[in-house]
């Protein structure tokens, strides 16, 4: 055990020499891998701040029944709850309403300025079926019933804000996709480097009886190492990133009341990302290291 361990030890350092002798090359291969990775990290970072917006809004889709200012609750309230298409009711009063809106950020001064009540009382329809075609067909029929002034669909934009962030993700793993295989390919041509320039060595090794899997770990480990430096490089560059956006959404945001912040990635979805740039590594150290070795 202790041998082996040795063994990991001394292939390691060779890594690491390796590096340190060619700080330029090795600079510029990390640099590679974290600017490619830092675009879909950027990207699943956006798509996080994101979801934390939407979900402060519902996203169950619901019916608002607005009231005319003559209108009775006790004539309309039965015929809603008669239907067999409603799951729930609420009723919401002109002076909660103002309360509701008084409590809005950004909305307080406004409606303190304000000489009178303007909203109307409403009823909040929630269905046993959310489609839209559900929705739009109970939205027709209480545009009918009398006392009704205005009838909306909710929440319609927070579906289409749904289904917008599934088609981000789908784009960006196809985009992380397509660029881990460009960094297997960047470091599988730079592990193939360092073998032609060692291949004399190899050589020497394997005719001394050095076994396959001896020659193999100093290239793992370099390979592993420069994934790892790339990965550590995205990172920075997606801070900095998002420390340069935040300037612009700060502002934008107290124009609403707003202390809103785009946040870094969490502690174990970063970690996620050096140990993904440290596989693509070492995958690519394997590929290029088991192809010569054939």
């Given at each position: 055990m202790m041998a082996w361990l040795r063994q990991h030890r001394d292939a390691l350092a060779r890594a690491f020499g390796k590096l340190r002798a060619q700080r330029g090359a090795s600079l510029l291969n990390a640099l590679v891998i974290g600017v490619a990775l830092s675009l879909p990290a950027g990207g699943y970072a956006l798509l996080a701040n994101l979801q934390l917006v939407a979900q402060r809004f519902?996203?169950?889709?619901?019916?608002?029944?607005?009231?005319?200012?003559?209108?009775?609750?006790?004539?309309?309230?039965p015929r809603l709850r008669?239907?067999?298409?409603?799951?729930?009711?609420?009723?919401?009063?002109?002076?909660?309403?103002?309360?509701?809106?008084?409590?809005?950020?950004?909305?307080?001064e406004v409606v303190a300025a304000l000489e009178r009540n303007p909203l109307p009382d409403a009823f909040v329809v929630r269905l046993r079926d959310g489609s839209a075609a559900a929705l739009e067909a109970l939205a027709a029929d209480v545009r009918a019933l009398p006392g009704v002034a205005h009838v909306q669909v909710d929440s319609a934009w927070a579906q289409r804000l749904g289904a917008?962030?599934?088609?981000?993700?789908?784009?960006?793993?196809?985009?992380?996709?397509?660029?881990?295989?460009?960094?297997?390919?960047?470091?599988?041509?730079?592990?193939?480097?360092?073998?032609?320039?060692?291949?004399?060595?190899?050589?020497?090794?394997?005719?001394?009886?050095?076994?396959?899997?001896?020659?193999?770990r100093p290239f793992f480990y370099l390979g592993l190492l420069q994934g790892l430096a790339g990965g550590a490089l995205g990172l920075a560059i997606l801070w900095v990133g998002l420390a340069t956006l935040n300037q612009?959404?700060?502002?934008?945001?107290?124009?609403?009341?707003?202390?809103?912040?785009?946040?870094?990635?969490?502690?174990?979805?970063?970690?996620?990302?050096?140990?993904?740039?440290?596989?693509?590594?070492?995958?690519?150290?394997?590929?290029?290291?088991?192809?010569?070795?054939?």
């Amino acid at each position: 055990m202790m041998a082996w361990l040795r063994q990991h030890r001394d292939a390691l350092a060779r890594a690491f020499g390796k590096l340190r002798a060619q700080r330029g090359a090795s600079l510029l291969n990390a640099l590679v891998i974290g600017v490619a990775l830092s675009l879909p990290a950027g990207g699943y970072a956006l798509l996080a701040n994101l979801q934390l917006v939407a979900q402060r809004f519902t996203l169950e889709p619901q019916v608002s029944v607005f009231l005319k200012a003559e209108a009775k609750r006790s004539e309309l309230e039965p015929r809603l709850r008669g239907d067999a298409r409603v799951a729930q009711l609420r009723f919401v009063s002109r002076e909660e309403a103002l309360q509701e809106l008084r409590r809005s950020e950004g909305l307080a001064e406004v409606v303190a300025a304000l000489e009178r009540n303007p909203l109307p009382d409403a009823f909040v329809v929630r269905l046993r079926d959310g489609s839209a075609a559900a929705l739009e067909a109970l939205a027709a029929d209480v545009r009918a019933l009398p006392g009704v002034a205005h009838v909306q669909v909710d929440s319609a934009w927070a579906q289409r804000l749904g289904a917008l962030a599934r088609i981000g993700r789908l784009a960006l793993a196809a985009l992380a996709t397509l660029l881990a295989t460009g960094l297997v390919a960047v470091t599988f041509n730079t592990i193939r480097l360092q073998i032609l320039t060692q291949r004399e060595e190899i050589e020497v090794s394997q005719l001394l009886g050095a076994t396959d899997a001896f020659i193999r770990r100093p290239f793992f480990y370099l390979g592993l190492l420069q994934g790892l430096a790339g990965g550590a490089l995205g990172l920075a560059i997606l801070w900095v990133g998002l420390a340069t956006l935040n300037q612009g959404v700060r502002d934008l945001a107290q124009t609403y009341g707003s202390g809103f912040q785009l946040a870094f990635l969490p502690g174990p979805e970063a970690l996620a990302v050096l140990g993904l740039s440290a596989l693509l590594g070492w995958l690519g150290a394997l590929l290029s290291v088991s192809k010569y070795l054939r």
